[in-house]
């Protein structure tokens, strides 16, 4: 009796290359440039700064912690893992078939929108808004019409005045 082994030379040398390549997918927030819906944002001070106060705090201006990359990954690791778990299949197949940047951008893209629903669900774990904050902003149109006059209301989320911070996390793959 004897056993023959065929493979595809061509898919393991493409899984053989992603291997030893220096791939990364970066997750945060990559530009120092607001985008242009981001109204009313000091030039000189950036998502990147504005960013790195919030997910660290700054005891100087009285702001408490509240990260939204590093919380996510830490609470979403084993999610990430079920989820690579559940598609190995697809995976191994992208990669062995030469289609890894697929794969490497549908790992950024889930790691965004995990960073999303994080600023979504305010937190979890974010210190509430101070009332020196709620009163600092100002009042917006909520879009609805009650008895012919605007409803006027204050945004009460964490990290969220005109979305713009959330707007600025992005990913980028980065092929080795």
Known sequence: MSITFNYDKTKLDNITRFFNQNNEVRIGILSNQWSETAEGHESNFGPVELGAVHEFGSTKRHIPKRSFLRSTMENRKGDFIAE???????????IANGDSQTFLEKVGAKWKAYVFETFERQGPGWAALSMRTMAAR???WT???INGKKEM????KILWVTGAL???????????
């Not at 690579?84 to 992208?94: L, W």
């Not at 209301?153 to 009460?156: A, F, M, R, V």
């Not at 707007?167 to 080795?176: E, I, L």
């Open 138 to 140: 100002k009042s917006e």
């Open 166 to 176: 959330m707007r600025s996390v992005s990913y980028m793959v980065k092929r080795g």
């Open 143 to 145: 879009g609805k019409l």
């Open 153 to 156: 209301k204050k945004s009460s």
């Open 84 to 94: 690579i778990a559940k598609n190995r299949t697809k995976m191994v197949d992208a």
